[in-house]
């Protein structure tokens, strides 16, 4: 008999194909009663599968008597209230390492992109306005620049990695001071701020960080500053940034998460100084594979009793 799972959210489709087929599967996204739907199945759920999207909260947690194991589909547990998860004794896990390449090579892409006004470059071609003349020169990535990680952890690191590549110089930010780390820290973040060009968010969502981009930190990267966020929308104080954008307060941002994803606000898209990504810092078939893989191997080792590959630590 297949074990039972019950699900929260979708997941990438070849990984939704082996968990269909290992499982015998609990979709509570598809429930059109989910208090219902969690009371029918809840004394044989010790497994739940969780998304970005779609996680899951203090109150579900309590309705599942038997819930040992959450494998979350992602690195990023913002949407799983660990506190509880913690509290309950329950475990965690998620999908670290597979994926910071990837999320680190579109951070470089749309820092590029926002500085050399790549996609504007594209419809400038496709627009026929070549025909007429140049396009306008653009702000540069070179010439000494510093860019600031906020969040040096495994995706902040690729990123300074292939920020040296590019002759950028890289400061960072965190809780803490790391040891054996080359680039200088900073234990305020907006003293770092005002000594950078450009600010890269690479730190967890989650109540802790809400709003730690404030104004004044846009602000103090300057006219010249650029932004650039795969981590979390939430991180950013987006009222603030749309108007310090608009202002000509801060330079160019490139953004691959948003506070209310999939909705962006009208007033950011309407901005030239601005480029946007769909969240898709790991969105490549091989990546969400490896996450994939993480998720099937964890549920696995939860039902055969041995360790687990992958528990959430943090
Ligand atoms: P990680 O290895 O855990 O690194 C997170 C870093 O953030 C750590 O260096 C940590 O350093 C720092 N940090 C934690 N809390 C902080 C705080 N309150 N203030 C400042 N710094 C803080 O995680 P990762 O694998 O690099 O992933 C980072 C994040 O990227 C994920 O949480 C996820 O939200 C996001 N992500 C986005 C995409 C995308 O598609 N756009 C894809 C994958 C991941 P200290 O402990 O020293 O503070």
């Not at 809400?210 to 500053?225: C, D, F, N, T, Y």
């Not at 966020?229 to 330079?251: P, Q, Y």
């Not at 994803?261 to 898709?280: S, Y």
Request: some cysteine; glycine content about 10%.
């Amino acid at each position: 008999m297949k074990p039972d799972l019950l699900q929260m959210g979708p997941m990438y489709p070849p990984t939704q194909k082996v968990l269909d087929e290992t499982y015998t599967l609990h979709k509570l996204w598809e429930a059109t009663d989910c208090d219902a739907f969690l009371a029918s199945v809840a004394d044989k759920i010790t497994a739940v599968g969780s998304t970005g999207g779609k996680g899951i909260d203090d109150a579900t947690m309590g309705k599942l008597p038997k819930l040992k194991v959450i494998a979350h589909f992602g690195v990023g547990v913002d949407s799983v209230d660990v506190d509880a998860v913690k509290r309950r004794g329950l475990t965690l896990t998620n999908t670290p390492d597979v994926l910071t390449e990837e999320v680190a090579d579109l951070t470089l892409a749309i820092l590029l992109a926002a500085i050399r006004r790549v996609p504007q470059g594209d419809r400038y071609v496709r627009d026929g306005k070549w025909l007429k003349g140049p396009m306008p020169l653009t702000a540069s990535l070179q010439y000494g620049k510093t860019a600031g990680i906020l969040g040096l952890g495994r995706i902040g690191k690729a990123i300074a990695k292939r920020l040296e590549a590019f002759n950028v110089k890289v400061a960072y930010q965190g809780r803490s001071k790391q040891s054996g780390v080359p680039y200088p820290y900073y234990a305020d973040l907006l003293s770092m701020a005002k000594d950078v060009d450009i600010l890269i968010v690479a730190a967890p969502g989650g109540p802790e960080t809400r709003g730690i981009v404030s104004r004044q930190v846009l602000e103090a990267l300057g006219p010249e500053g650029v932004i650039v966020n795969i981590a979390r929308g939430s991180l950013i104080d987006e009222t603030a940034m749309i108007e310090v954008l608009k202002s000509g307060k801060l330079g160019a941002a490139g953004l691959d998460v948003f506070d209310k994803e999939p909705k962006v606000p009208e007033e950011l898209l309407a901005l030239e100084n601005v480029v946007v990504q769909p969240h898709v810092g790991s969105a490549t078939h091989p990546t969400r594979k490896a996450m994939g893989q993480l998720v099937i191997d964890n549920l696995a080792a939860h039902f055969a009793g041995k360790p687990l590959v992958t528990p959430y630590s943090g």
